[in-house]
């Protein structure tokens, strides 16, 4: 079955976490980085991911893809104001779905992202050494149905069977109760780089019952870069002139500054800005104090507290009942975010766990629960949002409410309103506004083949089914007849059965390609490093060789030197078969050398 | 006593596995062949969690009685087995949710009760009580003295506010009071149930009187309710 691991896809860093001894465990890449950022960008040479992408994110601004996440399962409407402040490109044919126009390609959210799950999948596969095709996915609590949905897309399109979507604070509270002693009633304030969710939960025994959650799907630490960008933009446009907003690459240093500069300041004081201007001789420099930023930040932190007071109000409890707080997700290294926490629990809160990991680990640990590998831990989980259908007039009527356990169901009976109608249509929507048009538009559903009947006579009774994913499944049935019925979906702001499927199957294709690409640097890479081995050894060792062999070699390493540039890896591999087979009887002789004198002096027993 | 509903009389139907066709006995799984086995007792809410429909329940059996069933039904621990066991642990799931939820808040149990009995309250019914009608009308006022006070921002808006303040205690304690009253309907509905046996039906009259009180509490609950959602909001947009 191979392995099964939990994957944190993150707005800003992503990981991937395993089982180990009953214990979870960060899959570190082979350079020991165990934070990959989510990060694409896309060279003349090919795609590059995570820390790569983000050493040459300025440099290559324009083609560099970051904080997807907040673009998952959106439709182009909700996103606009967001879409000025990134500096990528947004094609025209962005209707149901964004798409990201990069080299004249369009990319979708959900393909984006699954580039950032298969970097994680090969690297896990390289630490394991064997293949890794079952994962369970994080997503933040307050993850509407179409955004959940992208994400298992997302994970498809990377390779994966998606085993389940986890939500992100309760991943952080099976990491946390994982020994079991824990009880009570714990908070889960989960502050990232792009979202906002607050969870509360029971722990008894082993059960992880969530009580409510919610949460702000469009707040975090990219926010505050934000705003500390445009502070900066705005004093550098002062002291060198409107031109520097025409710069992205400019702005592109300027925010990777201002992300910087607000890490500093969660552990000291005050810090220093300097990014380099165009012209590369002169730079902006800048105190910058923590006082400062946490003036610019402190309206979009006030914005946790109202989902935070929702949430206890929906678990009927008041701070004092709650005994601990759990801080996570990187914006809570913050002070600011720590005071503001501490102020709206009454009591300080918790961070024992390293709050860029704990999801990752916790999602692990779901892993082993779903293999059946863990019988005495339970997680039971909620909706975040209420789940409905248009009624007359453009109201939403709830069907399931908020923070009801999932999985749920719900019974919903339907009729025609003229005679020999053969189709209902059926609009889904989620989020707790009266009005249609103030909610989630998820999926209109159309009820085909129903038997022609006058009107109102047919009953069509419809079930919503939200599972453990909290993912929507809908059927459908004519209670006459007793048959189940067709029912076309179409989803509102997400990619149809069909694209993903296409997709599933081009990303096997470029997978190929993408191997081939990865076996030419490697090849070359072996190639660079015996270049340099043999050349050293002919200058330390040239007294083992004979000039003419001497000669020989020198030749097979020029043409391998030449070949480096070539595309194709089994010229090159010729290449240095050839120096290897040249150089044997050198090699032999060096060995011998080393061995004679590591024996001077001493007895063969000695050695042994 | 008599909180629970005997759990051996299957129907020849739910008796036998439906994977291996043998008596599946009274368990989850089937006692043959150890495949999971739809939802026993699946009539109503109060049968799924084992209990006769009383009102009065103890929170912490109920919640023990979830978590049971939870860890014998939950699709997480059927994610590697058969697509069959799957879809039952999903239903089965759904369904003990729904029950504990409905049970486990005192006011959605009374409202599937009446349902249950054939005497659903309407959704969004709210009926207002009429004892209170001269109170609700200077509440009105009181209200909209406020509003208008704090548009223009005049002297009196000190007042305005603590009136609103004292009718929305008035309000609360009327509400608490209402809450006493579905306390005692409800005490009263399972000494009438506690009464009863196969041979002594229950009292119609009294059942059909205490269904209807209960109904018309809940109305009344939802109607204060409703106000004092609208005073709360009154004094939360304070600019």
Known sequence: MGRVIGIDLGTTNSLAAYMEGGQPKIIPDLDGHRLVPSMVTFTPEGVVVGEQAKQLRAENVGNTIYSVKRLMGKGIGEVKAELTMVPFQVSDQSNEVIRITINGHDYTPPELSALVLKQLKTQAEKFFGEPVNQAVITVPAYFNDSQRQATKDAGQIAGFEVLRILNEPTAAALAYGLDKKRQGIIAVYDLGGGTFDISILKLNNGIFEVLATNGDTRLGGDDFDRAMTEIILHEMESRYGNGIRQDPKLIERVRIAAEKAKIELSFQLQTELVIALEDGKKSYRRTLTRNEIEDLIRDHVSKTAEPCRQAMADAKLTPDQIDEVLLVGGSTRMPLVQQTVKALFKKQPKCELNPDEVVALGAAVQAHILMGEIRDMLLLDVTPLSLGIETFGGIMSKLIERNSKVPTSAKETFTTFVEGQTIVDIHVLQGERELVNDNQSLARFALKGIPPMPAGIPRIEVTFHLDANGILNVSAKELHTGQEQSIEVKPTYGLSKTEVERMIKDSMVHARSDIEARQLIETRNEADAIIRATEKALRDYSTLIHEKEQKKITTALERLTLLLKSEDRHQIRQAIQEVETLTRPFAEAIMQKTVQEDLKGKKLSDVL | ?239
């Not at chain 2, 066991?85 to 009446?114: F, G, H, Q």
């Not at chain 2, 205690?169 to 209402?178: A, I, M, V, Y």
């Not at chain 2, 209960?214 to 009154?234: C, M, N, P, S």
Request: a negative charge.
């Open chain 2, 1 to 239: 006593m008599g909180n629970k509903t005997p759990q051996n009389h299957l129907t020849a139907e739910e008796n036998v596995c439906w994977a291996c066709h043998h008596p599946r006995g009274t368990g989850h799984l089937c006692r043959y062949c150890s495949v999971l086995q739809p939802l026993l007792n699946s009539e109503n809410r109060f049968s799924v969690m084992g209990l006769s429909p009383r009102l009065n329940l103890d929170f912490s059996s109920l919640q023990r009685t979830f978590y049971e069933l939870s860890r014998n039904y939950h699709p997480d621990f059927y994610q590697t087995r058969t697509s069959e066991e799957k879809s039952i642990s999903e239903a089965a799931t759904a369904m003990i949710n729904t029950a504990y939820e409905t049970l486990n808040d005192p006011i959605r149990r009374v409202e599937y009760l009446l349902t249950l009995e054939g005497m659903p309250a309407e959704r969004g019914e709210s009926k207002p009580p009429m004892d209170l009608f001269e109170e609700i009308l200077s509440m009105q006022e009181t209200l909209s003295d406020y509003r208008e006070a704090k548009l223009n921002k005049t002297a009196n808006l000190d007042l305005a506010q603590a009136a609103v303040l004292k009718t929305n205690e008035d309000l609360e304690s009327r509400q608490k009071g209402l809450a006493k009253r579905l306390e005692a309907l409800s005490l009263r509905w399972d000494a009438l149930l506690d009464s009863s046996s196969t041979i002594h039906k229950p009292d119609s009259e009294e059942k059909k009187k205490i269904l209807t009180e209960l109904r018309d509490t809940l109305g009344e609950i939802a109607y204060l309710r409703t106000v004092l959602r609208d005073i709360q909001k009154t004094i939360e947009t304070r600019s």
